[in-house]
């Protein structure tokens, strides 16, 4: 099993989630973060004292499923969440060791 | 402990003080009546000697007292928290309310009194109505002839807490909550009482014939000052940023300054008439246009208009009317309207990066700046045709805009020395500063134990 | 949907009754005059008979009934909903703004009559001004001889609304909002109504000469013991801590209660006056003071002087005052605002965890104690130079405090049992409480299908 | 940078014109007097002629004009923002800031004087008061018999900024905060002062009999109409959801209109009496009604009563009653409470979805739909007994209704022509949307610069 | 080393954590989050309009611990955070290359 | 590739932000969180009754790089969010396997 995660721009949330929805993903936790990236921040004015805002609002979508749905996703949501423009964000794999679902007990693939 | 000790002293010696002065029966009826140079008896010049209560008049001053107090809390407490950071807004709420309270009850004690009864050399008052000894509820005032003395005792509370409320702008987000009690205590007692006593009390200001219709000088100098010298010697804040937590509440609490500030102006003429309305008016425009000029100001100069321009632009023009509200007409309204807007603008955005003192709300930029251009423009502008008491450059009467700038510099040293010696009696006694580290954490938790939101 | 009927009907029922009432020719302009015992008329002796609408006394009037009605919306429904939990804000702020809404209609339907007008036996008034019948805009009542009876209704109106609204804080995060609606039809009918017209509508408490200026025991006891009784019954709540989700609103509302006070207290006069002024003043003090002991208090006892120790303690003195504002002099508020501040933070700090009911917003314990130590303290030091009809145990008359003390023994009883008797209906009808897995996520979800912030 | 030069020369423009207007000598003290409808001097009879200030007029008008004021800042700014995106709410807030700042000197330079100064051919006065020239401290209008022609200035000042205020929420979330400000300009020129000058200012609405008491015809539905057609011209949002991001501000905001509508409704008798009494009680009540109506109707339509629908209704019960405060008894206010809570839910659940119009706050369906609805129903309920200036439907005097509906109709057309022809001025000169992106990102950093909470 | 992410019902955090310092577990993370799943989200109603709120509240705890704890963790994580019925969420395992303990420097277990 | 995960006191962020800047990180994502571990809560006091806040809050910090890096970067946040004081926070190491740009598809090392 693998974990996706995914920084995307947060209006695209729905886009993405519709998407993954469709093609069968049951389950998706989602985190505000910041993020500090190419992709500059940009400048707030209080009383004519520039502050420099470095961090954007992203979200974090994180995706726990099997080994063999991870390349279909990964491209799901790149072209979903893709706009072209820099800052769109970044995709990450990484391997899960076990899952378990807490109601039931159920184990490895069938706890997602 | 020790500190929380040294206040509780403070405070019971004040009240037993005030307990064993209300035992003394109220023998002195007739007290001198002070010469008050503020306009609101000139202007109503129909009613001559009878001192009647008028419900009319009474009621207009009942309501502008309460409109003063609501300036306090919420108005100013929600202007300055909102403005703090997240990790300070309730320290600086509590800075307000504690202000608030602490002046209500010493004003009653020997506020009221030494600025208001009588008159020593010029310099205060006597100590004949501590504990407000003798005010009946049919007593009347000279300064104010047709309302009940006990509300005009009232009325002149609110201003004196919204007084030293609006200096704690200044110091937030470092200063220890110990700290500001004792100045709250001290500043009111050694700076506020003093200074309206001069010019509203029959003091030296006044019976030099400054002008100040509503406190340009007895509120806005006297605070922007001690915000100044105060936010100097506390030092610079560790992250001297201003990042606003809450913009909505700052713009919450500008609209309620901007609707108390009709009570400060209005009531000012101590009647209800067409004085009042005049300052009411005035003080509308003001404040509207401030708030314009101030915006199209850092629409060209910075790019954007923001939210905390025009609020900052709407106070900016009502401090520059106060002192003028009763005493100009609608175009010299409009003219200090569109220069509050620009010249603390630029107090706040160049002076004070270039001088590099840390004043945590920009009280001195605002309410200092503004209330010496509002005071000083009160003698160019005053028309006798509104306030016959007011005559100013104008007009034909230059002499007057001296005497604006003599009140103005005479308070300004006054001031400025008091509120240095305050500070460092309170150094000497609680220290100034919170910790650092308690500092980069949040006085909200160090001084409170609490979090704004959950 | 059972629930959504039952409450439907009742409403139904209310306005056809209150419709046909109003089709009666109103043939009894000659009232039978209330013998009220309120301050106000016996305080302006100037004015004796002639029935003139003043229209300064009025203005007062007026405007301290939008005071009022600020006090309920948005004050208490922001000092209530910033201290509950971020889940259950909206739901809190619902049951004041639903009670609110629900009293303001059925005052005007039933409630004036029945508390003010005519005296069935000293229990209770008549049903002759339903839906106000009768009520020209030139009547004048003859427990407001110098203002408009239709403003005296309106500013009775907002009493009782912020009565009702008050106890509230005791139920939440855990009752069911149709039980709410269906309390607040009930209690205002049964507890209020009735115990209003007792003290101030003619009825027996007044008779028997129990002061109460502003509602210690109508507005204050009243609700404390209807919060105490219901929250025993409705039992604790799953969670029953107080985590406070937004303190700057707290704070907002607590400026807000203060502010609006000054109506509730100084428009208690009745009439735009010294009296009015002394009133008000002394609510400032008292709430300043409260605001002050409890800070000191609690940073002796538990080492911080929290905000929501501050507001805690302005309110706690606004209640302590009510009953005496327009009695005592500024020496006996001076000590209620202190006593004010010390004796609830006990009832909240300490009583109320021994005693172990769970009284969510301490209803009981600042209002219901606070009310109780003010109607008596107000049998101490009302002073019969501030108003004639008082005259308390330090001016030489023990018996008013035994009248006060029997006022509130009284009171206690009848609302504890009425309070519980309507519990027990309620639960029959639509049951108390939600269920505890919603009390879990929260009554903002579940009762209103919302959440405070997005 | 063009759009901010447009706007400042507009600006500029303004003033020098007024300060020209301000040089010429005002040298017609006796101005031809307007023949208004509106209710209060038919009201007074005990006052017939002698044009004395009263201060108890005078106060209540001073204080009336402070709440509206309040209305507007923090009010309806609240109301909205709170309703609005967490991403666009300051860009909400500051619509309104602007438009109260704007319009409050507008008025003053020409604003008042074309509304309320003569009448020229029924459609508009003539500039002879440009600048408030000729304007004392002591004039009275023959519009206000008993207070200061200023106060009566001010107070209407903030009925014509708050109107303003209210057409915005319709178009936040994606309109340029430029064109805002030239909308505020343009439309406050060609359609509020037209229209409250044929209803208020001896025009032609007014001479034909229409009733509007506070303001149904010249603020709800000008507004409301304003609002329809401008958003169907700036098109429909991005994300056309309402998904409020604060709802404790909007029941804030929503206690705040409510409590400041007392000075709307009620100081629009312009005097301080039982006619000022019955438009403040009928007002509380046709709220309290609103709020339950919608809330209990919502229970039934779609299972739950939520805070927003509390509100909302209230604000719809305040809109209903508007023109009609001064007008009907209580009976009337009741029928048309509960109307209010109900007719505009339907149009803003069902007839919005249906029309697939995009009025993002509703201002069509609560401002437009309940200014309709209480426009005609004033004509139907209007009860001579409360005031002789009004007879309708029920009480013999069918042709009322007629009138009202032929007044509403010319507005309606009138209104909906001007802001179009307006909108296209502003395409034309600086754009009416923010770009795609920046809308998506939230108007308050592509307009602002800002972000409300850190 | 290994790390452990559940994702639990907010109400249950108190209980989890209590019951995981009782065991010994002396540090973790917690992080809000929205989580999409089988539990259906709620409806809100805004004058009338419907908005499915898609996303749940729920808590994600980060516990770092060393290879023998895992099992120990998961089954108390899983007995406590369970109240049976659908949404009580996930737990997973992943595996840690390193642990550092900033202050000092440690590293590995000792660094936990 | 690595993943590193540094849980770190807020008001070291923008510290730390800095230096990795300097050393040439382009970027990084941030998640506010509540830490739990040996540095004591603080008590709140409401109306005179206790409540433990047993939760602090800290900064997360993630920052994918490649394997070269990985002692370079801890090493430096390490020193930069150290205060010496108890409550400092951790560093984590985690394998990734796959890195996707989300605007260009880029894959690898080239993605970060
Ligand atoms: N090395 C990294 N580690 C973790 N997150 C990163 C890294 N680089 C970028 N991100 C995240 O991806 C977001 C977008 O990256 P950015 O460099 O701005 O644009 P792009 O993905 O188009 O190259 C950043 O805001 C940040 O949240
Ligand atoms: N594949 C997944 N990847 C990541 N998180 C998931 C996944 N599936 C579920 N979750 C998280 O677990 C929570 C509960 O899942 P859900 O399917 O609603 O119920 P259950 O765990 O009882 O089957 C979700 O709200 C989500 O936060
Ligand atoms: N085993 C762990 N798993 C995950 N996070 C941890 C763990 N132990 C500590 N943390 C995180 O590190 C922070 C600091 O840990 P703490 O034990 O308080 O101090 P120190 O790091 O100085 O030993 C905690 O607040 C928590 O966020």
Redesign the interface.
Known sequence: M??IE???KP?KLDEV?DALNDMGI?????????????QKG??????????D???LP?V?LEI?LSDSLVEKV?ST??SK???????????????????????T?EKGEA?? | MRRIFTITVLLMMILCFSVYAEEKPAETPAVPAPSVTTAAPAATPETPAPLKIDTGDTAWLLVSSAFVMFMSLPGLALFYGGIAKRKDILNTLGMTFSAYAIVSVLWVVYGYTFAFNGNIAGLIGNGEKIMLAGIGINSISDAAKTIPEIVFVMFQCTFAAITVALVSGSFIERMRFSAWVLFSILWFTFSYVPVAHWVWGGGILGAMGALDFAGGTVVHINAGIAALVGCIILGKRKEATLVPNNLPLVITGAGMLWFGWFGFNGGSALASNGLGGMAFINTNIAAALGALAWMFTEWLYSKKPTLLGLASGAVAGLVVITPAAGFVNITGATVMGILAGIIPFFAVAVLKHKLKYDDSLDVFGIHGVGGIVGAILTGVFADPAINEAGKGLLYGNPGQLMTQIIAVAITIVYVAVVTGIIFMVIKAIVGLRVDPEEEITGLDESQHGERAYN
Chains 1, 5, 6 share one sequence.
């Not at chain 1, 049951?26 to 190419?38: A, I, L, N, P, W």
């Not at chain 1, 940009?42 to 502050?51: I, N, P, T």
């Open positions: 693998k974990k995914a920084i995307i209006f989630k049951k389950g998706m936790t989602v985190t505000e973060v910041k993020g500090f990236g190419r940009h400048v707030e004015l209080y009383r004519g004292a520039e502050y805002i470095a961090f992203k974090k726990a990964v949501i790149q969440a893709n706009t072209g423009k820099i800052g769109d964000g970044k995709i990450f794999v990484y391997p899960i060791e076990e899952v378990i679902r807490i109601r007990g706890a997602i």
